[in-house]
Every structure is written in structure tokens, then in C-alpha cells.
Nanobody, 121 residues
Framework: QVQLVESGGGLVQPGGSLRLSCVASGNIDSINTMGWYRQFPGKERELVAGRSSDDTTNYADSMKGRFTISRDNAKNTVYLQMNSLTPEDTAVYYC???????????????WGQGTQVTVSS
């Protein structure tokens, strides 16, 4: 069974930075895409950034220039470096993996449990 485990969330002051990490564990053969979504209370999850196995990246417009996604394919890990954080970035951040092949199983999409990011003075 494949699991995604996030870490790195917490409380940060406006203008500060955080780095989120997400490790995919299990008998993994390959992962097509890994990325991050976030969810505000009462809202649907929205894309933050994604990175494919060929290093193609995409960002939500509001994150461009502030957030950077990176990925270590050998470690099945994806990172999100978040800079210049504002209170409007306060949300639960979820790791996502798409197109995961593990032994004889294909997972279309997997989610982590989420990590809270709070930006406040």
C-alpha cells in the first residue's frame, strides 16, 4: 500500500518562509506527477503546484514567484518552498501523487493527510 506523508507545516509570521515535504512510501515502481494543493475552510482544494516525472512544472498564478516545487524522484519525495508568505496563504496543504505504479497496483490519485500552514503575527 502506498502512503503519502507530509511534514513541515506550522506557524510562520507574514513575510516568512516554510518548506513542506512529502514522502511517498510503499513498494513504488514509478510516480507520474507529484504536487501540492491547498484547502481553505469551506472551500474546495485548489492547485498550488505540480511537477511531473519529466520535470514539467505548473503553478497556480498566485504562487508564481513565491513558491517553488521540487522533486527527488529517487526518494519519491516532493518539496514546496514557500516564501513571502501572507495570511492569505493560511490553509491546509495536501500532497498529491498521480499515476502511481506499485507492484501490481495502479493508483490514479493519492492524497496525503494534510498539513496546516498558518501565517500570522
Amino acid at each position: 500500500q502506498v502512503q503519502l506523508v507530509e511534514s513541515g507545516g506550522g506557524l510562520v509570521q507574514p513575510g516568512g518562509s516554510l518548506r513542506l515535504s512529502c514522502v511517498a512510501s510503499g513498494n513504488i515502481d514509478s510516480i507520474n506527477t507529484m504536487g501540492w494543493y491547498r484547502q481553505f475552510p469551506g472551500k474546495e482544494r485548489e492547485l498550488v503546484a505540480g511537477r511531473s516525472s519529466d520535470d514539467t512544472t505548473n503553478y497556480a498564478d498566485s504562487m508564481k514567484g513565491r513558491f517553488t516545487i521540487s522533486r527527488d524522484n529517487a526518494k519519491n519525495t516532493v518539496y514546496l518552498q514557500m516564501n513571502s508568505l501572507t495570511p492569505e496563504d493560511t490553509a491546509v496543504y495536501y500532497c498529491n501523487a498521480g499515476g502511481v505504479r506499485a507492484a501490481d497496483t495502479y493508483y490514479v490519485r493519492l492524497w496525503g493527510q494534510g498539513t496546516q500552514v498558518t501565517v500570522s503575527s
